[in-house]
């Protein structure tokens, strides 16, 4: 595949919706939902997709990416209203729902009809869904492909765009047979957009998702960080972490606070511990069901709760519009996650602050986030004799924390006793939507991740 043609940014890009050639109804709903003029990925890409062309869109998170790329297809969709017009492929189940959504506002004065299919939501539910042929098919990679499997008349053969969000992770080699099984089965005769905050420039990669002429947008330089974001690091021992987070927890008491861990383990011990100290926290993990996930990322949005410790499952492209702080208990081993993750905060021009705690094993790692992210960052200050008076109560709690644990899996039994002991513990999460006749398959080896 020839390199993908970089957009020329020498004319001036058209300053609002309607000089950009959108129709009535779609200037209508933007009005709706206070949209008032494009942003600066809306401005570089939109031109280029109304012409019709393939797009490689790299945007920070938060940049008005997602309407930059549902734009267009509704504006084509308008002219050509069918069903299973286009999919939209995501890695993680809410950020499937968040991309349905802004369909569906964006749609709203042209009646687009959306369906969410992920792992975790009824099977059936969905079927009956999709023989209503719905215009936009929202999906993660692995129940998209059960239904293209198993849903008796259900084919995308009539699909006019496919769209990967959060692109570089669904071409990574883990969602490998997903993504191939769905590119043959869909025709080659579409329209094809790629969008991400980090985009791979690996050919063999990009070749994968079979673009044709495809023009690259670009609106801020690979790997950023936003400027409104203060990026601190906290050095900790490994053994007083625990106490660490409590003392940053009691600090910043007011705020909002994403709290990023590896394992689906430490993201449940956490939040027990948490709340047994009385802060208002709540797990957001992998191994929680669909409804209770969505329930936690409610509570969250919603104020109810001001703590979410979560996994990495919720470090990319979710619009959590109010995070004010993300704290890193683990430092994340890709600098990509690093970004993805403090993309939570400082959104859409306004602040953040983003603190990730290093121990004595992570010195080499905060280093190459830090050359990736071309910033250095400062140090979180401490009172180390007031974090020490928190230590007794802290290990208590986090004691009852790790019996509820055991508790829990033994009344859960086999099943969940293998995660505590196993999985939970080593393991990176991901959204295991990969599931055949309700077995989950054994993925390629992650490597590293
Ligand atoms: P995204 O990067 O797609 O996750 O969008 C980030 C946030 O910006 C979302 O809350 C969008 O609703 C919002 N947004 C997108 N485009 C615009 C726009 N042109 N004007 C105002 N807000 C926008």
């Not at 094809?192 to 690996?202: D, E, G, I, R, V």
């Amino acid at each position: 595949m020839p390199s993908p043609e970089e957009a020329s940014t020498s004319t001036t890009p058209p300053e609002t919706f309607k000089e950009l050639g959108l129709i009535d109804p779609l200037l209508e709903a933007l009005d709706k939902i206070n949209f008032t003029k494009p942003t600066e990925i809306q401005q570089e890409a939109l031109p280029h997709a109304l012409e019709g062309r393939d797009i490689i869109g790299v945007a920070e998170t938060g940049s008005g990416k997602t309407a930059a790329f549902a734009l267009p297809i509704l504006q084509k969709l308008w002219d050509e209203p069918k069903g299973l017009f286009a999919c939209i492929l995501a890695p993680t189940r809410e950020l499937a729902y968040q991309i349905a959504q802004q369909f569906e506002s964006l749609g709203s004065a042209m009646g687009v009809r959306s369906l969410v299919l992920v792992g975790g939501m009824d099977r059936m539910q969905q079927a009956v869904g999709l023989a209503k042929r719905p215009h936009i098919i929202v999906a993660t990679p692995g129940r998209l492909n059960d239904h293209l499997q198993n849903t008796k008349g259900f084919s995308l053969r009539s699909l006019k765009f496919l769209v990967m969000d959060e692109a570089d992770r669904l071409l990574d080699m883990d969602f490998g047979p997903e993504i191939d099984q769905i590119l043959k089965v869909i025709p080659k005769e579409r329209t094809t957009y790629l969008f991400s905050a980090t985009m791979t420039t690996k050919v063999a990669k990009l070749q994968r998702a079979s673009l044709i002429n495809p023009i690259r947008v670009e609106v801020s330089s690979k790997y950023q960080t936003v400027s409104t974001l203060l990026q601190y690091y906290l050095l900790v021992p490994l053994v007083h972490k625990d106490v660490h987070l409590i003392y940053l927890a009691n600090h910043l008491a007011s705020n909002s606070i994403m709290i990023f861990t590896r394992t689906v383990h430490d993201a449940q011990r956490l939040s027990i511990m948490l709340r047994s100290l009385g802060f208002p926290a709540v797990p957001l993990h992998g191994q929680l069901s669909q409804s209770q996930r969505l329930g936690a990322l409610g509570k969250f949005k919603s104020g109810d709760r001001k703590l979410l410790v979560a996994t990495d499952v919720a470090s990319r492209g979710l619009d959590l519009p109010s995070v004010d702080i993300v704290i890193n208990f683990d430092i994340p081993t890709h600098s990509k996650d690093y970004i993805h993750r403090v993309g939570r905060t400082a959104r859409a021009g306004r602040s953040g602050k983003s603190i990730t705690m290093v121990t004595q094993y992570d010195v080499e790692l905060i280093q190459r986030i830090e050359k990736v992210i071309d910033k250095k960052m400062e140090l979180w200050p401490t009172d180390k004799e007031e974090v020490m008076l928190l230590k007794e109560r802290v290990d208590e709690a986090a004691r009852l924390a790790i019996n509820e644990l055991k508790e829990e899996a033994k009344a859960a039994g086999g099943k969940k006793r293998r995660r505590e002991d196993g999985f939970g513990r080593d393991e990176r999460d991901r959204d295991d939507d990969v599931v055949e006749a309700g077995v989950p398959r054994k993925r390629h080896s992650k490597k590293g991740r």
